[in-house]
């Protein structure tokens, strides 16, 4: 059962065509990778599912309800949550004003889910230890743990999270690689752009490779992994 379907989604941003029809299925409660090169169209594709660009032709489905046309805070009302390139931390909050920014539900500190801070604090010790400290000190790897954090303050039902491992050192990826884990196992769908092919590997159920503004290939992340061929062929790269 897919959970996101994207049906022949066009996407222009100003006089430029980004999206030629893609075809996407994002099943429930799995990792699906988007690979591809750089310029492909990955990170457009993200957008559009958020509402931040428009699609101009094709539709999305979430849900089975059809999200093509709404503004960005009603899918986001949805559950779902985006975690950008660029992380979008606030660097003069602290990082629990950050926190309590994404947790909508909460007006104040202690009116944030103890549980769940608890449990994001066991995935990412960092965000418990630079509590009190501006966002905007801490190092890379941190505010990417910071930026996860805040995506999933609230249960979601599907992270959007776009390349989560550039620049950061082998330790925290790997910290990063099981954190994912833990949260697909907690029945969280998350669709995840990635240039690191080892964490792609260790990582993804299903997996689709962009290029030129389309899908050209999706499967099984392990069959692509195993054959070196194809991955040659649809990413110029061995795995």
């Known amino acids: 059962m897919n959970l996101l379907e994207l049906k022949g989604v066009h996407t222009h941003i100003g006089a430029y065509h980004i999206l030629h029809g893609v075809d996407l299925a994002v099943p429930k409660a799995q990792l699906t990778m988007l690979l591809g090169r750089n310029g492909a169209g990955k990170t457009t594709t993200l957008r559009t599912i958020m509402g931040l660009w428009r699609a101009s032709q094709g539709r999305i489905d979430f849900n089975g309800q059809d999200i093509t046309q709404l503004p960005t805070p009603q899918i986001a009302g949805m559950n779902v949550a985006y975690v950008p ?9 602290t990082v629990k004003e950050n ?7 909460a007006k104040n500190a202690a009116q944030m889910d103890d549980q769940r ?9 960092a965000v418990e230890k630079f509590w009190n400290h501006p966002a905007g000190k801490l190092s890379g790897g941190q505010k990417q743990m910071l ?7 609230e249960p979601r039902e ?10 950061l050192a082998p ?5 990063m690689i099981d954190a994912f884990a833990e ?3 907690s029945g969280v769908t998350i669709l995840l752009v990635e240039q690191n092919i080892n964490f792609a590997k260790r990582l993804g159920d299903t997996v689709a490779v962009m290029d030129n503004g389309q899908v ?3 499967g099984s992340m392990k069959e692509l992994a195993d054959n070196e061929e194809l991955q040659q062929e649809l990413l110029g790269l061995a795995l």
Do not use: C, T, Y
Request: hydrophobic residues 60%.
């Open 85 to 93: 390139e660029n992380m979008g931390i606030f660097a003069d909050l």
């Open 99 to 105: 926190m309590l920014l994404a947790a909508r539900a």
């Open 117 to 125: 801070l608890q449990w994001i604090f066991k995935l990412f010790p």
């Open 147 to 153: 930026a996860v954090s805040r995506a999933i303050v």
């Open 158 to 167: 599907l992270l959007l999270i776009d390349e989560p491992s550039k620049g």
């Open 171 to 175: 330790a925290i990826i790997n910290n």
């Open 183 to 185: 949260l697909k196992a």
């Open 216 to 218: 050209v290939h999706a």
